[in-house]
């Protein structure tokens, strides 16, 4: 399958040509982009990052442990100090309040690493100049759309358009 | 399949040189090469850690009765010094999660560092925890494990809480670094030769800047930010309660929480001043670290230090008020009794010298920042000796009072926090870009792609 590798300097060329792309039905697309550019990524994605559900269930669970080992603990040897309840909620607050934010945390940590596909080889298209100051762009096409698409992208201010594996 | 179609893209030209940023260069470039000036500081560093492990082993074999500790104050230097760092360590997390949630772009400049000291800071606050208990070999005991006596840990203990707190504290604190280092790292892979590929292709994660990963890092930042954010208020508010539940004098008082957290944010940007404005000026960062970031962390001191010199005022306003003689002692003998020198010190160097900021010629005057900003550090270790050791020097029964004064032993653990602390600070240096290369590239590609575009 033809590769069509296309290098922009600035990021809203690269989104107006995705956004061209998407609309004619090129939807295997990737960008490179050497800093974080929120138009570029929700032009590719338009759901939001599934790191969300990563959060809320490591918060969740971070609740649920910080009052369940408490209060159980707590239950478990019964020790009156202070002449307070055995399961005294204020107290256990605290504990549960940062196993909330210490769960969130390492679970929104691992929802990177599963959401952002990290850990893995670089795709071959990816090159150091993507972390320098340009952007890069690949389609994988079909051998008939490779001049339009070419078009395209030049007519988008790509400053290279290079095809690799035909 | 079949041949691709001759267009002007299948006639492979040879590959262009690199043209890389002059971010990538110039903030790579602080991690090239090693001066014999920097050796000379690592190895004081070095030294200092050395005699403060030396010691701290000293103390492990003969006991705590080096210290200083007489009755009836047993919470020494150490206690101080890790209050000191646990709000050196609040910077980094304000800067990273505060600032970026408020979206004050200026914080790219500075966060990367602010989050390392973060990190390093929480690193040494913690090994007072284990010095101060003694038998190192059973600190273990804080920890809520199942063992054969069937006991389990008291939680409704504020230095239970304490460890909860730090412990999220040093997790997240890092979580936060890593994450933000790795596109930087992945920039360092990209322009890095031998061990340091080696080790930065291990370390990005095959970080490649794909929309993907940027969606899901942008989000996670995002994530953590918020989840930082009550954390950072949480931590110090957690210590202050390891005095304020008490009832001793002194320490029994509401306003503990919100005083410890903006003396922890005034002291964190203190110490970030009083780091990057020589790193800053060795390494030629000026056109990244602008007199206009600098001025604007001194805003923050000025605006913290009035938080705290509040704190200090009405302090004495509500001992005086209370009408309760103990506290009334408390805090007469704060000021005029035998520690008058570590409260005047408190007072001058955290209440009044900073509100020379309020001067614009000051505040641009990058000497003045850094000598205040060492001033400022003495003034709020001095704060928290003022605070634990007076507390305890001088509870209800003037029967009971006794002085306390570091010895030798706690003044070399003291001293070698600061060698640890600086350690871990100049390898970072050589080691992970010392600003975060991606986020300052990011306001230079926007502001190049607006001008004079074609759009």
Same mark, same amino acid.
């Given at each position: 399958?033809?590769?069509?590798? =296309?290098?922009?300097?600035?990021?809203?060329? @690269?989104?107006?040509?995705?956004?061209? /792309?998407?609309?004619?039905?090129? +939807?295997? %697309?990737?960008?490179?982009?050497?800093?974080?550019?929120?138009?570029?990524?929700?032009?590719?994605?338009?759901?939001?990052?599934?790191?969300?559900?990563?959060?809320?269930?490591?918060?969740?669970?971070?609740?649920?442990?910080?009052?369940?080992?408490?209060?159980?603990?707590?239950?478990?040897?019964?020790?009156?100090?202070?002449?307070?309840?055995? =399961?005294?909620?204020?107290?256990?607050?605290? @504990?549960?309040?940062?196993?909330?934010? /210490?769960?969130?945390?390492?679970? +929104?940590? %691992?929802?990177?690493?599963?959401?952002?596909?990290?850990?893995?080889?670089?795709?071959?298209?990816?090159?150091?100049?993507?972390?320098?100051?340009?952007?890069?762009?690949?389609?994988?096409?079909?051998?008939?759309?490779?001049?339009?698409?070419?078009?395209?992208?030049?007519?988008?201010?790509?400053?290279?358009?290079?095809?690799?594996?035909? | 399949?079949?041949?691709?179609?001759?267009?002007?893209?299948?006639?492979?030209?040879?590959?262009?040189?690199?043209?890389?940023?002059?971010?990538?260069?110039?903030?790579?470039?602080?991690?090239?090469?090693?001066?014999?000036?920097?050796?000379?500081?690592?190895?004081?560093?070095?030294?200092?850690?050395?005699?403060?492990?030396?010691?701290?082993?000293?103390?492990?074999?003969?006991?705590?009765?080096?210290?200083?500790?007489?009755?009836?104050?047993?919470?020494?230097?150490?206690?101080?010094?890790?209050?000191?760092?646990?709000?050196?360590?609040?910077?980094?997390?304000?800067?990273?999660?505060?600032?970026?949630?408020?979206?004050?772009?200026?914080?790219?400049?500075?966060?990367?560092?602010?989050?390392?000291?973060?990190?390093?800071?929480?690193?040494?606050?913690?090994?007072?925890?284990?010095?101060?208990?003694?038998?190192?070999?059973?600190?273990?005991?804080?920890?809520?494990?199942?063992?054969?006596?069937?006991?389990?840990?008291?939680?409704?203990?504020?230095?239970?809480?304490?460890?909860?707190?730090?412990?999220?504290?040093?997790?997240?604190?890092?979580?936060?670094?890593?994450?933000?280092?790795?596109?930087?790292?992945?920039?360092?892979?990209?322009?890095?030769?031998?061990?340091?590929?080696?080790?930065?292709?291990?370390?990005?994660?095959?970080?490649?800047?794909?929309?993907?990963?940027?969606?899901?890092?942008?989000?996670?930042?995002?994530?953590?930010?918020?989840?930082?954010?009550?954390?950072?208020?949480?931590?110090?508010?957690?210590?202050?309660?390891?005095?304020?539940?008490?009832?001793?004098?002194?320490?029994?008082?509401?306003?503990?929480?919100?005083?410890?957290?903006?003396?922890?944010?005034?002291?964190?940007?203190?110490?970030?001043?009083?780091?990057?404005?020589?790193?800053?000026?060795?390494?030629?960062?000026?056109?990244?670290?602008?007199?206009?970031?600098?001025?604007?962390?001194?805003?923050?001191?000025?605006?913290?230090?009035?938080?705290?010199?509040?704190?200090?005022?009405?302090?004495?306003?509500?001992?005086?008020?209370?009408?309760?003689?103990?506290?009334?002692?408390?805090?007469?003998?704060?000021?005029?009794?035998?520690?008058?020198?570590?409260?005047?010190?408190?007072?001058?160097?955290?209440?009044?010298?900073?509100?020379?900021?309020?001067?614009?010629?000051?505040?641009?005057?990058?000497?003045?920042?850094?000598?205040?900003?060492?001033?400022?550090?003495?003034?709020?270790?001095?704060?928290?000796?003022?605070?634990?050791?007076?507390?305890?020097?001088?509870?209800?029964?003037?029967?009971?009072?006794?002085?306390?004064?570091?010895?030798?032993?706690?003044?070399?653990?003291?001293?070698?926090?600061?060698?640890?602390?600086?350690?871990?600070?100049?390898?970072?240096?050589?080691?992970?870009?010392?600003?975060?290369?991606?986020?300052?590239?990011?306001?230079?590609?926007?502001?190049?792609?607006?001008?004079?575009?074609?759009?």
């Amino acid at each position: 399958m033809p590769t069509l590798v =296309s290098v922009f300097d600035r990021p809203q060329d @690269i989104v107006s040509a995705v956004k061209r /792309l998407r609309n004619r039905g090129f +939807t295997d %697309l990737e960008t490179y982009s050497p800093a974080p550019f929120a138009e570029i990524d929700d032009a590719m994605i338009e759901k939001p990052s599934r790191v969300r559900a990563f959060t809320l269930v490591g918060g969740l669970a971070g609740v649920t442990t910080g009052y369940t080992i408490t209060i159980w603990m707590a239950n478990n040897w019964q020790i009156m100090l202070g002449g307070k309840p055995f =399961s005294s909620i204020p107290p256990y607050t605290i @504990i549960a309040f940062e196993l909330t934010i /210490l769960f969130g945390g390492l679970m +929104t940590a %691992l929802g990177l690493f599963i959401v952002g596909k990290l850990g893995r080889k670089r795709d071959p298209e990816y090159s150091p100049r993507f972390s320098a100051e340009e952007f890069g762009l690949v389609v994988r096409c079909q051998d008939r759309d490779v001049a339009e698409i070419e078009a395209l992208v030049r007519d988008n201010h790509a400053t290279e358009v290079e095809l690799v594996g035909a | 399949m079949t041949p691709p179609p001759d267009t002007a893209a299948t006639m492979m030209r040879p590959a262009p040189a690199l043209r890389d940023s002059q971010a990538n260069i110039d903030l790579l470039r602080v991690m090239d090469g090693i001066s014999l000036k920097y050796l000379m500081l690592l190895a004081t560093t070095v030294g200092f850690m050395l005699l403060a492990g030396g010691t701290w082993v000293y103390q492990v074999y003969k006991g705590l009765g080096i210290a200083g500790y007489a009755h009836p104050v047993f919470w020494g230097a150490y206690i101080v010094t890790f209050v000191f760092w646990v709000g050196i360590a609040h910077a980094g997390t304000l800067i990273s999660a505060i600032l970026y949630l408020f979206r004050a772009k200026w914080r790219n400049a500075i966060n990367r560092s602010a989050e390392a000291m973060t990190v390093f800071a929480v690193l040494t606050a913690a090994q007072f925890l284990g010095i101060h208990v003694g038998r190192l070999w059973k600190s273990y005991f804080i920890l809520p494990y199942p063992n054969q006596r069937g006991l389990w840990v008291n939680f409704k203990s504020p230095l239970l809480w304490d460890t909860f707190a730090i412990g999220t504290y040093a997790t997240i604190s890092i979580v936060f670094f890593a994450i933000g280092l790795i596109p930087d790292i992945a920039i360092a892979r990209d322009r890095a030769t031998g061990w340091r590929k080696v080790v930065y292709t291990v370390l990005a994660c095959g970080w490649q800047g794909s929309s993907k990963q940027w969606k899901a890092h942008s989000r996670t930042t995002l994530h953590l930010s918020g989840l930082a954010t009550p954390l950072v208020l949480s931590v110090h508010s957690v210590v202050s309660w390891d005095f304020a539940m008490s009832i001793v004098p002194g320490w029994h008082a509401t306003i503990f929480g919100p005083y410890f957290v903006a003396g922890a944010i005034f002291s964190g940007f203190a110490m970030v001043l009083t780091v990057m404005i020589p790193v800053r000026r060795i390494y030629g960062l000026e056109a990244y670290i602008t007199d206009y970031h600098l001025e604007n962390m001194s805003r923050f001191l000025l605006l913290t230090s009035i938080i705290v010199g509040y704190a200090y005022l009405s302090e004495y306003f509500i001992s005086w008020y209370s009408a309760v003689e103990f506290e009334q002692t408390h805090f007469w003998m704060r000021a005029f009794g035998p520690y008058w020198f570590s409260t005047w010190c408190m007072l001058g160097f955290n209440g009044i010298l900073p509100q020379l900021l309020w001067f614009k010629q000051l505040r641009t005057n990058i000497w003045f920042l850094f000598i205040l900003s060492i001033f400022i550090n003495i003034g709020m270790w001095f704060e928290r000796y003022v605070i634990i050791i007076e507390g305890l020097s001088f509870e209800h029964d003037p029967a009971a009072w006794g002085l306390y004064t570091p010895s030798w032993a706690e003044m070399a653990i003291v001293a070698g926090s600061f060698g640890f602390f600086g350690t871990l600070f100049l390898i970072f240096l050589k080691l992970f870009p010392v600003v975060a290369i991606a986020e300052v590239k990011e306001l230079e590609i926007h502001q190049r792609s607006h001008e004079g575009g074609t759009h």
